[in-house]
């Protein structure tokens, strides 16, 4: 592929990488020619781009001009460049911009130190962030960078699950991301509230949603029939669910932009209206509890714990997963210090526990048989050659060589069970890559194995 950088076509560019990636073998790497600018390397490593290779150091040196993480500047006109590369410590900046050499050796160590930027990025789980902060260095790499939302359905095919630590509120574009575009999906796909009269939307306001707001909402439901949801920049969110990231894991400042407040406005009413709430009552204040029991008149006792699991259940597996993992005799396992809830238990039998990082499920193998007699194939499955199958009954990881099918609707980082050709459940793990990624590789994990399951003992013969 030939970069559109110099004349800063980088939407284009945005477009034809993409087309390129639906195309090509995700196992291969993607050498992305031409590129040799520092500004666009993030964005492009973020659309699987893995080599770059250009002389535009050379080039740009050559008319005296110096590469930055942020834009190019002419080293004629530059009085104190700040950059830490030897050779702007070794040599003053009038030195610099009388030698070609000099300055095709910064530009080459710029080069180098914005990929190993981006290296570090990767590791972190931040490089959406990078991406984000970088094309605000530029006009046309923020119009490449809005570009992206318009193919968010392919992008968050390959974005994990939850990431670590918390995600950052970079600009309006941020609300945009293929990761929080799945958590809408899902929330309308999987996600059903409670019956109720109406639906209660509160601001957007500290975090966590559930715990800042427990006086004002045990209050209402006392006297009113409602349903809560937060109406967050990031879109609606069911109080339930506000400890799944990033909703509570995440930095977003006080004051938001018009544009922020317009699409958090439209993804709110997008939910509304397809969960079928037909109106909305926005509580400004202890003057509004009369006006909202007039709407509603009634009560709701909720059980917060037992609230929280079915609706995380059903977000995380798909909607009927609830009523599978807990059909019997539930009991819970909480936490002293938190009084939250930390394992479930049906029957007796250990099927769920929660993970203070993400506010996911960690699936049990009894959690697992449960799902595999619920939803039919290929849902929350990997299917593994049966060469393998021994191996994984006793814990060991699942490699994509040995991968024949699976979920088309597995996320890395998603739980899920790995059965063999016959449907028989051998373990339970958590994916590193999606269906594609798995049947594309040959070698790597496809999923963390957390628990093997032996073979059911066969009948006795007579």
Not at 52 to 60: E, H, I, L, P, Q
Not at 66 to 91: I, K, N, Q, W, Y
Not at 98 to 114: D, I, M, R, T, Y
Request: charged share 25%.
């Amino acid at each position: 592929m030939r970069s559109k950088e110099a004349s800063y076509r980088f939407r284009d560019l945005v477009r034809v990488i993409i087309a390129s990636k639906k195309g090509l073998d995700p196992s291969k790497p993607v050498h992305l020619f031409g590129a040799g600018h520092p500004l666009v390397f993030p964005l492009a490593i973020l659309l699987g781009c893995d080599l770059f290779d250009s002389a535009s150091y050379a080039k740009y040196a050559r008319d005296g001009r110096m590469l930055f993480p942020d834009g190019t500047r002419r080293a004629s006109e530059v009085r104190e460049s700040g950059c830490l590369c030897p050779v702007c410590t070794a040599h003053g900046i009038g030195e610099m911009a009388q030698s070609e050499a000099l300055l095709a050796e910064h530009n080459l160590h710029v080069c180098f130190g914005a990929i190993r930027e981006a290296r570090r990025a990767i590791a972190a789980g931040d490089l959406w962030e990078l991406a984000e902060r970088r094309a605000r260095s530029h006009p046309a790499l923020l119009d490449a960078l809005r570009e992206l939302r318009r193919h968010n359905d392919f992008l968050e095919a390959f974005e994990p699950t939850s990431r670590r630590g918390a995600l950052y509120y970079v600009g309006t574009e941020t609300a945009h991301r293929p990761i929080l575009h799945r958590f809408r999906r899902r929330l309308a796909e999987r996600y059903a509230g409670p019956s109720a009269k109406g639906l209660l939307v509160l601001p957007e306001g500290p975090r966590p949603f559930a715990e800042r707001n427990a006086r004002l909402v045990a209050r209402v439901l006392e006297h009113a029939d409602v349903h809560v949801v937060v109406k967050s920049v990031w879109g609606p969110v069911p109080l339930e669910l506000d400890h799944v990231w990033p909703m509570s894991q995440c930095v977003v400042p006080e004051s938001l932009e018009v544009e922020a407040l317009e699409a958090a406005e439209v993804f709110f009413r997008e939910w509304a209206a397809g969960a079928g709430y037909p109106f909305g009552m926005l509580w400004e204040g202890d003057e509004t509890l009369e006006a909202i029991v007039a709407r509603a008149p009634g009560a709701r006792a909720v059980d917060w714990n037992a609230f929280r699991v079915r609706a995380t259940a059903d977000f995380q597996f798909g909607r009927g997963a609830a009523d599978a993992l807990l059909a019997g005799t539930v009991s819970y396992v909480v936490s002293k210090n938190t009084g939250k809830v930390r394992n479930v238990l049906v029957d007796g039998d250990h099927v769920l526990s929660l993970r203070a990082e993400d506010g996911l499920f960690t699936l049990k193998a009894a959690g697992a048989l449960r799902l595999r007699k619920a939803f039919d194939p290929p849902a929350l499955r990997i299917v593994v050659d049966p060469d393998a199958v021994p191996f994984v009954r006793e814990g060991r990881n699942v490699f994509a060589k040995f991968v024949r099918d699976a979920d088309p609707e597995l996320r890395p980082g998603d739980e899920a069970l790995v059965v063999t050709r016959d449907d028989d459940l051998c373990a339970v793990g958590q994916t590193t890559m999606n269906r594609q990624e798995m049947l594309a590789f040959k070698r790597g994990v496809a999923a963390r194995v957390r628990e093997g399951v032996p073979p059911a003992p066969s009948s006795p013969r007579r």
